[in-house]
C-alpha cells in the first residue's frame, strides 16, 4: 500500500445510500440490529436470531449481518430498490444472480449505522471493541474535530451527529472509502471530510476534539499480526506519532481523547512516566485512566487470544502452533519485563502540564475496556 505524499480527499458516495436507515427501519432490520449488546461480537447469535424470521427480514439478515450472498428477490422491497447504490458505492457485489456484501456487516450503534468488516482472524478494515468504547466516552463539544486512525469513521459519525465539523483521517485507501460510504448512509457527508492520509498529513489546522483509535496491541517484534492492531512492541508506536504532533493541533480550549494498551507491571503502565515528561513538556494535562491490567501468562486468556491471531496470518488449522505461540509470545512478554498488559484511556487537554493517573482495575475482572 503506498501512502498519499498528501491527503487526497475522499469522494462520497452516491447520495441514494441516504435512503438506506428509511428502508432499514420499514422492513424490521433496523430493530433487529439494535437488540444486540452494542460492544459484544456474537455471530452465533446473529445466525440464531435469523433462523427465527422468514423472508424477506431473514434475507435482509443473511446479506446485512451474516456474511451471506442472497437472490434480491428474496430481499424487502424497499432493500431491493437499494442495490443497484450499494453496487455502485463498491461495498456490494452481484455473482450468478446474487448479491453479497464482500464480508462486510452494517451495524447499528445509538443510532449510527456503520458499515464494517464483519469479525475474522485476519482484519484489514478493523472495527471493534475497542471502537465502541472510545466512542462511549466522546465527549460532546463544539467546533471541528479530528478523527485519527478513523477506520470506517465510527468516531467521525459520532462527533457529526452532535453537530461538529470533522475531518477524518485513515491511511487505508479502502477504510477511506468505506469512512465515506458511511458518511452518505447516516446523511452526515455535508459535515464530515474523508482525507486518505497518514495522521497529521490529513490534518489542517487545530481542532477542538482530537480523536484516535490507532493499532494499539503489544505485540513483541518479529510475530506476525494483522497490521490494524499492531501497536508494536509496547503498544505505543502509532500512539507516540499522535501525542508528539497533537500541540500542534488542539485548539486553546480543545480536548484530545485516545485509546490505548500498553505493557506494565500490574500497577503501573510502563509509558506512564515518558507520557508525564511529554504532558510537562508541551504544558498539557493528562488523565490516563487504566481500566484493566491481563496477564501475559502462557495460559491466560490475553496471551492465547493473541497467539491464536498471530498464529492465524501462519497456519489457521494448527491448534498445536497456537500452543506454541502462546509459550514463545508469554516468553517475549517476560524478556519486556512485562508481565501485564493495560488497557486505557487518555484525555489531553491544554493546562500547567500535569498527569493524573485513575486506575480503576480490579483483580477479578476479565473485561478488556470496561470492568
Known amino acids: ?26 422492513c424490521g432490520y433496523s430493530e433487529v440490529a439494535a437488540s444486540f449488546h452494542p460492544s459484544t461480537v456474537s455471530p452465533t447469535a446473529w445466525y440464531d436470531t435469523a433462523l427465527a424470521f422468514d423472508d424477506p427480514l431473514r434475507a435482509a439478515l443473511e446479506l446485512l449481518l451474516l456474511g451471506g450472498s442472497v437472490d434480491p428477490g428474496r430481499l424487502p422491497a424497499a432493500l431491493v430498490e437499494l442495490v443497484p447504490d450499494l453496487l455502485g458505492a463498491g461495498v456490494a457485489a452481484a455473482h450468478q444472480g446474487k448479491v453479497s456484501l464482500q464480508g462486510l456487516g452494517l451495524f447499528r450503534l445509538n443510532g449510527i449505522w456503520l458499515l464494517a468488516q464483519l469479525p475474522q482472524m485476519s482484519p484489514t478494515l478493523y472495527f471493534g471493541d475497542d471502537s465502541i468504547a472510545l466512542a462511549a466516552r466522546l465527549e460532546i463539544r463544539r467546533g471541528k474535530a479530528l478523527d485519527l486512525c478513523a477506520g470506517p469513521g465510527l468516531q467521525s459519525l459520532v462527533s457529526a451527529s452532535r453537530g461538529m465539523e470533522v475531518v ?21 457527508a455535508g459535515r464530515i471530510t474523508v482525507n486518505c492520509a497518514d495522521l497529521y498529513a490529513g490534518a489542517d489546522g487545530r481542532y477542538d476534539l482530537v480523536t484516535a483509535n490507532p493499532p494499539l496491541l ?13 501497536g508494536g512492541a ?15 493541533h488542539l485548539a486553546d480550549r480543545g480536548v484530545a481523547q485516545i485509546i490505548g494498551m500498553t505493557l506494565s507491571d500490574g500497577f503501573v503502565p510502563a509509558p506512564l512516566d515518558s507520557v508525564a515528561a511529554w504532558a510537562a513538556a508541551e504544558s498539557l ?6 481500566v484493566n491490567h491481563l496477564s501475559t501468562a502462557a495460559d491466560s486468556w490475553w496471551t492465547r487470544g493473541v497467539a491464536a491471531t ?6 489457521p488449522a494448527s491448534s498445536l502452533a497456537a500452543e ?20 486505557c484511556f487518555l484525555r489531553i487537554s491544554r493546562g500547567d502540564g500535569n498527569l493524573r493517573y485513575v486506575d480503576v482495575s ?9 470492568r
Do not use: H, K
Not at 219 to 229: L, Q, T
Not at 285 to 290: A, P, R
Not at 325 to 342: G, Q, R
Open 234 to 248: 509496547d503498544g505505543f508506536d502509532v500512539t507516540w506519532r499522535i501525542l508528539r504532533g497533537l500541540p500542534r
Open 1 to 26: 500500500m503506498t501512502v498519499p505524499a498528501v491527503p487526497e480527499a475522499v469522494p462520497a458516495a452516491d447520495a441514494g445510500l441516504a435512503r438506506l436507515p428509511e428502508a432499514l427501519g420499514r
Open 285 to 290: 494535562d493528562v488523565c490516563w485512566t487504566t
Open 168 to 188: 477524518a483521517v485513515e491511511v487505508n485507501p479502502v477504510a477511506a472509502a468505506l469512512c465515506a460510504v458511511n458518511t452518505q448512509v447516516n446523511g452526515l
Open 218 to 230: 503489544p505485540i513483541p517484534a518479529g510475530m506476525p499480526y494483522p497490521f490494524v492492531g499492531d
Open 362 to 370: 480490579s483483580p477479578e475482572s476479565s473485561g478488556l475496556w470496561y
Open 310 to 315: 498471530s498464529t492465524a496470518q501462519i497456519d
Open 324 to 343: 506454541a505461540m502462546s509459550a514463545e509470545l508469554a516468553a517475549a512478554y517476560a524478556e519486556l519485563d512485562a508481565p501485564f498488559v493495560c488497557t
